[in-house]
Each structure stands twice: as structure tokens, then as C-alpha cells.
């Protein structure tokens, strides 16, 4: 019962220390996304060039998702025309380039992190983007094209369906700040926390339990602590390879993240794993469904290398640079509940996130968390529609694939 509690105490600890950071984040991801419309980001993806993967990663960062909502977001658009690479990068992006990942990684780890997050993720699409070029043969994604045509279902569909943003012209301000900008933001806002929510619980709940059972020694052995060579070389590796095994994704994987760092993986291995919410295995048989086998295998192997890759880079620049923060001095939040600048913050984020929540729930929220988890799109499809700023049009909008 002790190892129990012990256990919950470090992950209420954690939830306590990273509730207003994620408020902060989703707020402003909600804003970004209330005023960018999802129907006009296709034609912007047509090929692989580097001015449109530089798009595509700026619209996917601003496009906040969950793993699984970006993975079928990534499907919608290729379906639509976009180019496969350039999906690809707006998947990555969307799910791991975001606000709130930085302030949490900021939070729990060190700015350092965030940073090197934040060069790690071009890294990774650039390396992805050559692979694609040298070994995407045409067959192959044909072979996806057809598949993904056959619209079968993953996870997260009526959400990546769903277009939330702001339909009236006008100036940004004044879309921003009218009545229907309100509503937009506080539809995104809602919708992106009940997409996010299961993972992060489970993240807070294995990383607690994590550091409260499994003793440091085991990690620093398995992680060559105390050769330094050989664990820069091995936590980029296998970095990737735990966050398969730990199925957690999104922002769920950066408590563990907390954990693994203290436990003494490397820094490159810190941020391989981060980015590896991508191929656990759940979204790994989504793409499966999405784009085939075959498509499958070819992702997981292009993306787990792009990692590995995107890992030694940042090792290696920060470590050049001796911007590594000393992994003894790294601590998991355990104080509770204090009087102190975070419990002031958590007071006025969380009153902020009331009021949007209670915008959300008096314009059709309930139709819209019904619809979430809905079917596929069709390609005419064009998700939920904000009217005047009142509530969005109703589930007879979306209509099934055959």
C-alpha cells in the first residue's frame, strides 16, 4: 500500500506542477487553430520540396493534435491531394513541434530540452525527407493511395474530421475577438483536452509508478551510465524502442521522459523518445489500416531511423555547445500541494479553462464529443462548421464512406 501511494503522490505531484503549463499551451494551440482554417492547408502540400515541408511543419505545428488525431489528420489530407512527405511533416509537427510540449518540457526538464526538441523535430523531417526521396518507390504508394481510399477506420477520426475554426472574414482581431472567435477557441480548447486527457493520465500514472518500483540502478545499467560514449551512442537507439514498448503517447510520454532522464539515458536519447509517440504500436497498426502493410513497415523504419538520427544531432550540438544539463541534479516533482507561484498559476488558468469549457458546453458540446471518436471522412467531407457563432451544424453533416 505504501509503494502504492508513494507511487500516486509522484504523479499527483507531477499533475499539480504541469496543470497551468497545459492550459497555457492548449489555450494558445486553441487560438492558432480557431483562426487556421484546415481547408486551405491541402493546397499548400502538393510536393516535397523544402519550402513545402517548411509549410507543413508550420502548419501542423500550429495545428495542435494528439498522436492519434494527427495520424488521421496526416491521412485526411493525403487523401485530398497532398503530397505523402509533406503529410508526413505536417504528422510530426502536429504532434510534436506544439506550445505545449515546450512548456512542458521547459517545466519538468529544463529549457534545454524544449530547445532541443525544437531543432531535433526540423532534424528529423529533413532526414525523413531524404529517405522518402531514396527508397519511396512509386508502387508503394500507389499501393497506399489505394488504401487509404478504402477509408478504414483508426482511432480519433471525427476528430481530425472536424473543422473548428473561425468561417466569418474579416481582420484577425476581429475574427479573433468576435463572438464566434470565442466560441471556435473554446471548441478547439475542449476538444484537444478530451483527445489528450487518456494519455496524459496514463503517462502521469507510469511514470509515477515507474519511479516509485523500478530502482535507478536498473536504469543506469541499462541506459551504460557511467560510460559516456557508449550511452550517447545507445539512447538514441533505444530510446525509441521504450517509448514502443510503454504505449504512451503525446504529451503522456514526457513524465516517463523525466523519469528516463534521471534514471540516466542520454540527452539524444531523451529527445528520440519524445519523438517516438509516433510508432507505438496502437498508431503502428493504424497505419497498418491507413496505407497497408507493406506502407507500414516502410514508416516505422524510415520514421525510427529519422529518430535516431534527429537524436545524435542534438547530442552532439548541445554537447559541443555544453548546454547538457547534469542528469544528477534532475529531481521528479514530489512536494504536493504548496502555497507558491504555481499554485497562483493553477488558480488562474484553471478559471480560465472554466470559462472556456463553459462556452464549449452551451454551443454544442455534446454533439461534438459524441461525433469525436466518429467514421472516416469522405473526400466532400469538410468537418463541423462554426454558424454565428453559436454551435456547430449537427452530426447530419458527416456522412459514411461505403
Known amino acids: 500500500m505504501h509503494a502504492l501511494l508513494h507511487a500516486l503522490s509522484i504523479a499527483g505531484s507531477m499533475t499539480w506542477d504541469i496543470t497551468w503549463a497545459l492550459i497555457l499551451g492548449f489555450a494558445l494551440s486553441a487560438v492558432v487553430q480557431a483562426v487556421v482554417r484546415k481547408g486551405t492547408v491541402v493546397s499548400l502540400l502538393g510536393d516535397d520540396q523544402p519550402r513545402t515541408l ?28 497532398a503530397n505523402f512527405t509533406a503529410a508526413m511533416a505536417f504528422e510530426i509537427a502536429s504532434t510534436n513541434l506544439v506550445v505545449e510540449l515546450g512548456v512542458i518540457l521547459a517545466l519538468l526538464m529544463g529549457w534545454q530540452f524544449t530547445a532541443a526538441e525544437f531543432i531535433g523535430g526540423p532534424v528529423m523531417i529533413i532526414v525523413l525527407a531524404v529517405l522518402f526521396r531514396l527508397f519511396l518507390r512509386d508502387r508503394l504508394l500507389r499501393q497506399a493511395r489505394e488504401q487509404a481510399e478504402r477509408g478504414l477506420a483508426g482511432s480519433m477520426e471525427g476528430h481530425a474530421a472536424m473543422d473548428m475554426s473561425i468561417q466569418r472574414e474579416g481582420s484577425f482581431a476581429g ?35 515507474i519511479a516509485a518500483w523500478v530502482p535507478d540502478s536498473f536504469w543506469r545499467t541499462f541506459f551504460f551510465d557511467g560510460h559516456p560514449l557508449e550511452a550517447k551512442l545507445w539512447g538514441p537507439v533505444i530510446g525509441p524502442l ?45 497505419y497498418r489500416k491507413y496505407y497497408g502493410a507493406r506502407t507500414a513497415a516502410f514508416i516505422f523504419a524510415t520514421f525510427y531511423f529519422a529518430m535516431v538520427i534527429a537524436g545524435y544531432v542534438v547530442e552532439l550540438v548541445f554537447g559541443g555547445l555544453g548546454l547538457i544539463p547534469r542528469q544528477d541534479n534532475a529531481k521528479l516533482p514530489a512536494e504536493g500541494i504548496s502555497w507558491n507561484y504555481t499554485t497562483w498559476l493553477n488558480i488562474a488558468f484553471l478559471l480560465l479553462a472554466a470559462v472556456l469549457l463553459g462556452r464549449f458546453w452551451h454551443t454544442g458540446g455534446r454533439t461534438m464529443l459524441r461525433m469525436m471518436g466518429g467514421p472516416p471522412e469522405t473526400e466532400s467531407h469538410s468537418g463541423i462548421h462554426h454558424q454565428h457563432g453559436t454551435k456547430p451544424r449537427g452530426a447530419s453533416e458527416t456522412t459514411t464512406e461505403a
Open 175 to 209: 475574427r479573433l475577438f468576435s463572438r464566434e472567435g470565442f466560441t471556435s477557441t473554446s471548441h478547439v480548447f475542449a476538444m484537444e483536452w478530451a483527445a489528450i486527457l487518456r494519455d496524459v493520465v496514463v503517462g502521469l500514472l507510469i511514470a509515477g509508478a
Open 242 to 286: 521504450v517509448a514502443v514498448a510503454s504505449f504512451v503517447c503525446s504529451i503522456g510520454n514526457v513524465p516517463l521522459a523525466v523519469v528516463l532522464w534521471k534514471g540516466g539515458i542520454s540527452f539524444g536519447g531523451v529527445v528520440a523518445f519524445i519523438f517516438a509517440d509516433l510508432l507505438i504500436l496502437p498508431i503502428t497498426n493504424i
Open 54 to 81: 517548411a509549410l507543413a511543419a508550420a502548419l501542423g505545428a500550429a495545428s495542435s493534435s494528439c498522436s492519434y488525431a494527427a495520424v488521421a489528420l496526416a491521412r485526411s489530407l493525403f487523401r485530398k491531394g
